[in-house]
């Protein structure tokens, strides 16, 4: 799964870690995943603008 870019160097297929955020960083899908689904929606939503603005700024 490929959200705005937030991705570590490696996805987690080939780590062989499983989970439902596969390719996101661990940590990151641990806490995305205890909260709601619109709090998800939200940060990527979040940080999807954010990455927007700084490509712009460059």
């Not at 570590?8 to 940590?27: A, I, V």
């Not at 709601?36 to 979040?46: D, L």
């Amino acid at each position: 799964m490929t959200i705005a870019g937030y991705l570590p160097p490696e996805s987690s297929t080939e780590t062989g870690e499983p989970g439902f955020y596969r390719g996101l960083d661990p940590y990151v899908g641990k806490v995305l995943s205890e909260e709601p689904v619109e709090v998800q929606r939200t940060v990527i939503a979040i940080l999807t603008i954010l990455k927007s603005v700084a490509w712009a700024k460059e």
